[in-house]
């Protein structure tokens, strides 16, 4: 799913492994995330939106 | 520790713990296995409390619940290519027709199991009185579980007792020709 992880994740000075902290999931899963290749969960789709400071309707392009 | 360590130190001992468990397995040292397997999980156990950093997340849980989907269905394959062989009269070895017979018996405990599991999520589990459930279900695994125990237990057969064969229950085979010791 196309979402804008990668691109708020650097507005807000972040590094793929803080993000991947904040949301409590591994590196390699923000890394599949911001690449498209992996669909979240809606939990851990709130957790990136809420690590993001946004919301899931605005974090994913549905 | 860090993860990346975490994950060497897993395939190192799983490593181990597999080649550990097959050789003193094939040389019927069943303690020294069980040794072997208690070491790597403890080894294993301790070194993930150590590990700060999220060692397993959703993505893993998925990739998991795939690769295991793969296996059985990799291990029901093979156990079909067994049956064809036995069908076909291939294999004549005594221990090779026994491993066979294990891995098809194997193959229908993992998939009923499986199967019982199914019916819990899907219909179960969600319930408040899902206890309830669960306790039936139990008792009804155990009243099959007794039933086969007692079909398959050779309730009816020569038990050795005293030097001498005696009878238990009615036995179809007659009294065994061996020496009774």
Not at chain 2, 74 to 97: D, H, P, R, W
Not at chain 2, 127 to 153: C, D, H, W
Request: charged share 20%.
């Amino acid at each position: 799913m196309k979402n804008k992880i990668k691109e708020l994740r650097i507005k807000l000075n972040l590094t793929q492994e803080e993000l991947a902290q904040k949301a409590k999931v591994r590196r390699e899963t923000i890394v599949f995330l911001e690449q498209g290749k992996y669909n979240p969960s809606l939990q851990l789709a709130y957790d990136v939106a809420t690590a993001l400071k946004t919301s899931i309707d605005k974090l994913f392009i549905f | 520790m860090k993860l990346k360590n975490y994950q060497n130190l897993q395939n190192a001992i799983s490593l181990f713990a597999i080649v550990g468990l097959e050789y003193f397995l094939t040389i019927n040292s069943y303690l020294w296995a069980l040794a072997i397997l208690l070491i790597a999980v403890v080894i294993l156990f301790i070194a993930r409390k150590s590990v700060s950093e999220v060692v397993f997340d959703e993505r893993d849980n998925n990739i998991r619940a795939k690769s295991f989907l793969m296996a059985a269905y990799s291990f029901a394959f093979l156990s079909v290519v067994t049956i064809i062989l036995l069908m076909l009269g291939t294999v004549s070895e005594e221990n090779y027709k026994m491993i066979s017979l294990t891995l098809i018996v194997s193959l229908v405990v993992i998939f009923g199991v499986q199967r019982l599991y199914y019916i819990y999520y899907q219909k179960f589990a969600h319930l408040e009185k899902k206890g309830v459930y669960i306790a039936l279900g139990i008792i009804m695994l155990l009243i099959v579980l007794v039933g086969m125990l007692r079909f398959f237990s050779g309730e009816d057969d020569w038990v050795c007792q005293n030097g001498q064969w005696v009878k238990h229950g009615n036995p179809e085979i007659p009294i065994p020709i061996t020496e009774c010791k």
